[in-house]
């Protein structure tokens, strides 16, 4: 934020979450639609660790899981998983929530759309397309969007990537 202010760069693009804990929601000048920018998988979830053993601590942590969250970064993290995704590929994913309404209102429950990108390297090549699904089935979804990708063309993407990063 320093060198954004001495005039070192144009722009900057955050997570809005991070600059708002740091103060600074007054610096904030646009936020990016989904619709045109996809983020990380599981960007802004607060992971916690924990011993499978230690039930105390699996009581005082289950508080702080909200589990529409929980949800969709299992489908993100599944999607990801699927893809062998790492931090040199450019993957996105976004789940959300989808209220109790046909076609998932059976027994009241509702569904996960999950939104999933592969891009090039440099940006020329995009596959995008979303699933939905049960709240039961995120795994799933993230796994049976994940293969559409591939499907459509995303796997010649990763090969490139990981052949050239010296990772196949």
């Known amino acids: 934020m320093k060198k954004l202010s001495a ?5 900057i693009m955050l997570a809005a979450a991070g600059v708002k804990r740091m103060g600074w929601k007054d610096k904030i000048t646009e936020y990016l639609p989904y619709d045109i920018f996809l983020p990380a998988i599981g960007q802004g979830a607060l992971g916690i660790e924990i011993r499978d053993s230690d039930r105390e601590a699996g ?3 289950e508080r702080f899981n909200h589990r529409e969250t929980s949800l969709c970064v299992r489908a993100e993290r599944a999607f990801l998983k699927r893809l062998e995704g790492g931090c040199q590929v450019p993957i996105a994913a976004f789940g959300t929530i989808i209220p109790p309404s046909p076609p998932f209102n059976k027994g009241g429950q509702g569904g996960i759309k999950l939104e999933g990108l592969v891009g090039s390297i440099d940006g020329k090549i995009l596959y ?3 699933k939905e699904d049960k709240e039961n ?3 799933e979804l993230g796994i049976r ?3 559409k990708l591939l499907n459509m063309g995303a796997d010649k993407i990763l ?3 990981y052949r050239n990063s ?3």
């Open 159 to 161: 090969k490139e990537v």
């Open 145 to 147: 969007l994940a293969e």
């Open 128 to 130: 995008r397309d979303s």
């Open 137 to 139: 089935n995120v795994e």
């Open 166 to 168: 010296g990772f196949l």
């Open 59 to 61: 009581k005082i942590v």
């Open 7 to 11: 005039g070192d760069f144009d722009a």
